[in-house]
């Protein structure tokens, strides 16, 4: 079993929809990051998390340690968004950090 | 100011060749990363810098693969004898302390194949 789970692996949605990519561990963790690629492109850390609620733009981040669980949602979803977005957690104590699969999303106009 | 660079972005070499992949991470940052991604995979880690202490290279695939940083910033990949299997996306990310504690800024990446 995978130390970080990350579902769906493929989500292709319309713009304007709610998209929401949920990430699962099972290690215990310092944070939890996601981050995006987009196709032919390098990658950009969208949120460092350990606790709580983050925000930035239409991305939305939260986290629940209890649950070892994390979401990312996109309010009005466009076809810019897509990319893949890849969660990756720090764990208590090793700096190296333990990478999701991904998930490929597409927006179609 | 200015975000991680990699050089080059694209490298296209024979089998058997030497290659180096340079990054400049952003100044100031202490902790320096190399990650590789294959074609449809997710992102190995390579190796780690922390400040002057030893880097941790549990991740070098074998010993064709090598790194230093110099002086504490600019860091340079080598990888002697190139395999096709070494084509990849080879990322650099930097950051303020160790992973836990500072978010992760990724270089651009340079696109290695071996012909």
């Known amino acids: 079993k995978n130390e970080v789970e990350q579902s769906p692996q493929n989500l292709t949605a319309q713009e304007g929809e709610f998209i929401t990519i949920n990430c699962s561990y099972s290690?215990?963790?310092?944070?939890l990051h996601w981050l995006q690629q987009h196709p032919g492109g390098g990658i950009v850390s969208l949120f460092m998390?350990?606790?709580?609620?983050k925000k930035h733009g239409r991305l939305i981040a939260t986290i629940n340690i209890q649950e070892k669980h994390s979401s990312l949602h996109i309010t009005a979803s466009h076809p810019r968004d897509s990319a893949v977005y890849i969660c990756?957690?720090?764990?208590?104590?090793?700096?190296?950090?333990?990478w999701g699969a991904g998930t490929k999303l597409i927006i179609k106009p | 100011g200015a975000g991680v660079s990699q050089s080059p972005s694209n490298k296209v070499t024979e089998k058997g060749k030497d290659v180096e992949l340079r990054c400049d991470p952003i100044?100031?940052?202490?902790?320096l990363y190399w990650y590789r991604q294959s074609l449809g995979q997710g992102l190995e880690f390579l190796i780690y810098?922390?400040?002057?202490?030893?880097?941790?290279k549990s991740g070098l695939p074998s010993d064709r693969f090598s790194a230093e940083r110099t002086g504490g910033s600019v860091s340079t990949l080598t990888i002697q004898r190139t395999q096709q299997e070494d084509s990849a996306v080879y990322l650099c990310?930097?950051?303020?302390?160790?992973?836990?504690?500072?978010?992760?800024?990724f270089g651009p990446g340079t696109r290695l194949l071996v012909l």
């Open positions: 990310a930097s950051s303020f302390g160790t992973s836990g504690r500072g978010t992760q800024y």
């Open positions: 100044s100031g940052h202490t902790a």
């Open positions: 810098f922390q400040g002057n202490s030893a880097p941790d």
């Open positions: 290690v215990g963790i310092s944070a």
């Open positions: 998390l350990s606790s709580g609620k």
């Open positions: 990756a957690v720090s764990e208590n104590s090793n700096y190296q950090l333990i």
